[in-house]
């Protein structure tokens, strides 16, 4: 199990933003998101960068926020794909800059096996615990 449930489910969001580039053009570029609601790159970083120890110690988030140490060099490749596109960039350049520049392309390809592989053990962890919890009932 997973110790805080609401920082993994924030990190499933995290990366199916930094996976898809037609979200990212209307949210983070053009500003189109819901009526409350505010998005950004800058979100996205300030939780795997700040909020947390995705960004500098994956390893000690096994547990915590990641389920398996399978997802820990998931997260250092997404890591090492965002620190390249701020080598190329720097710090303060605009959402639609960091996400046109050519680095950008492995960004979306390393949040996108992050999410694949993290959502596989989320659906595999539901069903070991409904299996669990059909054998208590029985």
């Not at 979100?43 to 096994?62: M, S």
């Not at 490749?77 to 303060?92: K, Q």
């Amino acid at each position: 199990m997973i110790r805080f449930p609401h920082l993994r489910q924030e990190l499933i969001e995290t990366l199916q933003t930094l996976a898809d580039s037609e979200y990212q053009q209307q949210a983070w570029v053009e500003r189109n998101v819901p009526k409350g609601m505010e998005d950004s790159f800058d979100i996205a970083i300030h939780f795997l960068y700040d909020d947390t120890h995705l960004a500098d110690n994956p390893e000690i988030t096994v547990g915590l926020i990641l389920e398996k140490s399978e997802e820990v060099p998931l997260i250092k490749a997404l890591i090492e794909a965002l620190d390249h596109v701020f080598e190329a960039l720097g710090l303060e350049a605009t959402d639609e800059e960091y996400i046109n520049c050519p680095q950008w392309e492995q960004v979306l390809r390393t949040a996108k096996v992050a999410l694949l592989v993290i959502n596989k053990n989320k659906r595999q962890s539901v069903l070991l615990y409904q299996d669990n919890k059909n054998v208590a009932i029985k």
